[in-house]
């Protein structure tokens, strides 16, 4: 069964970092485009990272030079690594599995929590 | 601010036609990149409503169809029901973007 399982999000205080973890079931995520996609509490859907097949990596203006996104083959894991956190990084963060020259998520984790806040 | 527009809410009485719309530009629908949609209860995970401008994936009903002309696209409804209430997202690949994909800024379907 295809499956994407989020985790470690918490709360955690202004600059300080967090690492958000993705475990895939049912599929290799190195064989997929795979993405974090963002919801700010009554907001709407934000994509904030892609990792291609390939390695190739992108990410929204919003996390630019924040945030790393990675994946572990060897234990099928997407990673998310946040620093320098700020208060409107407060969301949940899913994990998604896109489909390849569509770009439409076929895919989605349940979601972590994040917030931000002293 | 998105880069694809969406009304904020658009409602419907059980048994109406509703219809939400997604406008673009030349960088994303009006490039001819596809329009999916998603549906988003609360609490939960949204979950892929049509792919590829006008496809339903297995299980949706085909009183969800989608269409696409120029710089929109359109999510239509037909036989509204109680249980279709929820926030409605479009979303693209947008050429102009760091990060290529973009959301609409979702809408709110209210079944009176």
């Known amino acids: 069964d295809v499956q994407l399982v989020e985790s470690g999000g918490g709360l955690v205080q202004p600059g300080g970092s967090l690492r958000l973890s993705c475990a895939a079931s049912?599929?290799?995520?190195?064989?997929?485009?795979m993405s974090w996609v963002r919801q700010a509490p009554g907001k709407g859907l934000e994509w904030v990272s892609v990792i291609y097949s390939g390695g190739n990596t992108n990410y929204a203006d919003s996390v630019k030079g924040r945030v790393t996104i990675s994946r572990d083959i060897s234990k099928n894991t997407l990673y998310f690594q946040m620093n320098s956190l700020r208060a409107e990084d407060t969301a949940v963060y899913y994990c998604?599995?896109?489909?390849?020259?569509?770009?439409?998520?076929?895919?989605w984790g349940k979601g972590t929590t994040v917030t931000v806040s002293s | 601010q998105s880069v694809l527009t969406q009304p904020p809410s658009v409602s419907g009485a059980p048994g109406q036609s509703i219809s939400i719309s997604c406008t673009g530009s030349s960088s994303n629908i009006g490039a001819s990149y596809d329009v999916h949609w998603y549906k988003q209860l609360p609490g939960t995970a949204p979950k892929l409503l049509i792919y590829a401008n006008a496809n339903r994936p297995s299980g949706v009903p085909d009183r969800f169809s989608g269409s696409k002309s120029g710089t929109s696209a359109s999510l239509a409804i037909t036989g509204l029901q109680a249980e279709d209430e929820a926030d409605y997202y479009c979303?693209?690949?947008?050429?102009?973007?760091?990060?290529?994909?973009?959301f609409g800024g979702g809408t709110k379907l209210t079944v009176l």
């Open positions: 979303q693209s690949y947008d050429s102009s973007l760091s990060v290529h994909v973009v």
């Open positions: 049912g599929f290799s995520v190195s064989s997929k485009y």
């Open positions: 998604v599995r896109l489909v390849y020259y569509y770009y439409y998520v076929d895919v």
